[in-house]
């Protein structure tokens, strides 16, 4: 009888300290999520493979290219890059590797294709990462994603008015 007491009691301290873990895991989720949610762009974390298949990816990708983060979480319904615009995928891959093969973090923009069809331009800031102390551990890689299309839309337009303008200037009488 005592050892089934004690083995009741133990049993019973295994699953309070398995339901405190639990607990205490729903409420670091719950921050992280806060924290994540609160960053003006997308947050990813992806494995350094051919694909770039995304372990996480922040809510915020949805209101950047029309698609809900669960598509892109193991490249359950589509890759990230199936949405790099077929003209800058080789220009990205390039990128990111030259990063990695230099150890250093890496800036990018290029467009990606909503699920509207139209077409936005992102700036992505990222680096390699290896998410344990094993050095053999598989890489990732960690970033974040920004919204660029009004910026890059400005300087498209300014750069049309000095072109406008110069040409105003350069064909107008010499009196003007």
Known sequence: VGSLLLLSAGLMWTISVNRLRRVELVANESQFRSLVNNIPGVSYRCLLDSHWTMLFISDAIESLCGYPASDFVHNKTRSFKSIIHPEDRKMVVDAVRSGV???MPYTIEYRITHANGGTRWVRE???ATTPSRDPDMIQCLD???FDITDQVTMERLLAAERTRLAAFVRHAP???
């Open 101 to 103: 093969s230099d150890s």
């Open 125 to 127: 800031k990222g680096q």
């Open 143 to 145: 970033g974040a994603i």
């Open 174 to 176: 010499a009196a003007v």
